[in-house]
Structure formats: C-alpha cells, structure tokens
C-alpha cells in the first residue's frame, strides 16, 4: 500500500523503519515541528523527521494537521492508508476520510485499557502484570475505534516506563506492519472495542510524579518506575527538589514516612510500610549521582526526612 506515517518521538522510530523495511511505500512523513530543547534551547527536529531526513522521504510539519491547507495536501499524496505512532494530535472526521483505508493507529496498551496518552505509565501505577499493543481505526473518540490486532508483553518486576516501553515500541512494529499487509491484502477487518474494562491513562503531570512517603512501599516502588524517565519522581529535602529514580523494596521497619537512615553503601527512606532504598538522586542543576554518594555529601541529620 502507499503509505503516509504520522509520528513524531523516539518510540516511533522502530515502526517508521519497518514500514520503510516493508512491502509498502511510505510516500512521506507526518510529524510534530521543530522544537526547542536541551540546555541551549536549540530547534531540533523530531526523531521521526531525523529518520525521514536520512531516508530521503519528505516531512510534513503543520503547526495544527486540521486544516483546509494540509487536506489539500494529503489528498495530494493520494495514501491509501495512514499509519500513526505517537504523533501527538487529534485528527478531525474530514481529515480521516482521505485515505480509503483510514487512518490506523498503534497503541501502547491492550484496548479498551488505558486510553488515553500515557497507556505505559498508567500500567506500572497500576501494577498490571500484563500489558501491550494494539492496532486500531482512528475515530472520532479517544482511541475508542475497532482492532485489527493485538501483541502482548510481560510487564516484568523491575521494568521502568522506558524499558517497557523500549519492548513495546519493538513488538508494536511488528504488529503494524503485519496490520497494514493484512488491510492491503483485505484479509483483515476491525472488530469493535469491547464496552467492558475500559480505563482512562491521561498525560502524567510534575506533580503526579511526586512521592507520597505517607503510602506504602509498594505504591513509592510504582510512581519512581512508572515516571522513569519522564517526568521524573521527585521529592524535596531541606525545601529543594529532589529527583529520584527506581527505588528497591527493602524488608526494613521503624523508619517514619519519609525518614532517611543512611548506612555506609545504602540510603533507605521509611514509608507507611516498609523502607525502599534509593537508588540513583539528582539535585536541581546536579548531575544524577548513587544516593549513597548524595548521601556522603549532604550528611543528612539523623531524624531529616524527604518531604
């Protein structure tokens, strides 16, 4: 099929490379413009356009896709499907009715769970064992339109929203091209979401990802995993931001919420349950360092806490 793929950050790239590695032509690329970032604040283009830039395929950066200008455009392209990974913005009705085929999204969870922009990190909050990716048809809902296809992935004990992520971004590759031979070959038709189990994982702000020391253990363990690496967990110590990342579960008891023990090769914070113990720390405008190190420099007072 001839094919125009929207799709802007990193997790993206593995399906951009393997349509371009498929049957299928990939005619041109959607994706979110240029953006500042980094220290210096330089434009930088999206991974996706990067991809596009050295395949020699033409990049498409509409401020907003939903207008008269960009239909004309992709009419223009005559697609016989699109292909979205992550780009980053709604799509009106008249913009889906270009290509005869629609346009056809991945996403990073097992439909109707988790919709919404942030499937990964919700699934770690949740303690889901069990997560994946799903192949469906854009409409006018939150990813509420009809499957084509499912993988699924282990969510295993120790996994951070990058490193699951990383899996899934791999795997879900996999799935959208076998999605997009199955529509071109007319061997494949959605069927619809079912109206049962259905969960919403809305974008993960700042301040969702600060610790509560007064919960349990557990629930510290799944708000450092499932914010690794954006936007980061934090906490604040003598009234400055702490970043903080995975945490290990510890059998430790009698530390207050909050209260640090530091040992010689160990910094163990107190929960409402038992103690996790740091793992990586970084300060505002430091470098992330071994919380025993961080430790060794501040030499926290016995009875100081995370707060």
Not at 43 to 71: K, Q, Y
Not at 86 to 102: F, Q, R, T, V
């Amino acid at each position: 099929m001839r094919l125009v793929f929207a799709g802007t950050p990193e997790p993206a790239v593995p399906s951009l490379r393997a349509l371009l590695a498929s049957q299928h032509e990939v005619v041109a690329v959607l994706t979110r413009p240029d953006a500042r970032s980094g220290r210096g604040r330089a434009l930088r283009r999206s991974p996706v356009a990067e991809v596009a830039d050295a395949e020699g395929i033409r990049v498409l950066t509409p401020a907003t896709p939903n207008t008269a200008e960009f239909a004309a455009e992709l009419a223009a392209l005559a697609p016989d499907c699109v292909a979205v990974v992550a780009y980053g913005a709604l799509i009106k009705p008249d913009l889906l009715a270009i290509p005869p085929h629609g346009w056809v999204n991945l996403h990073f969870s097992l439909l109707p769970a988790w919709r919404g922009a942030a499937p990964v990190q919700h699934a770690l909050l949740h303690g889901d064992d069990l997560t994946g990716a799903t192949t469906f048809a854009l409409e006018r809902g939150l990813d509420t339109g009809p499957v084509y296809g499912v993988v699924t992935e282990q969510v295993l004990p120790r996994d951070t929203s990058g490193d699951l992520l990383g899996r899934l971004a791999d795997s879900g590759a996999g799935l959208l091209v076998a999605t997009m031979d199955g529509i071109g070959e007319g061997r494949l038709v959605p069927r619809p979401q079912p109206e049962i189990d259905i969960s919403l994982a809305p974008k993960i702000t700042v301040e969702m990802a600060r610790i509560d020391w007064s919960e349990p253990a557990i629930r510290v363990d799944r708000v450092a995993r499932a914010t690794d690496p954006a936007p980061g967990a934090w906490t604040t110590f003598r009234d400055e931001r702490l970043k903080v990342g995975p945490v290990d579960l510890t059998d430790v008891t009698g530390l207050k919420p909050g209260e640090l023990a530091v040992g010689r090769s160990e910094v163990l914070v107190g929960t409402a349950t038992v103690a996790v113990r740091l793992g990586t720390v970084q300060a505002v405008g430091k470098r992330a360092m071994d919380a025993s190190d961080w430790a060794r420099g501040l030499r926290p007072a016995a009875g100081e806490v995370l707060r």
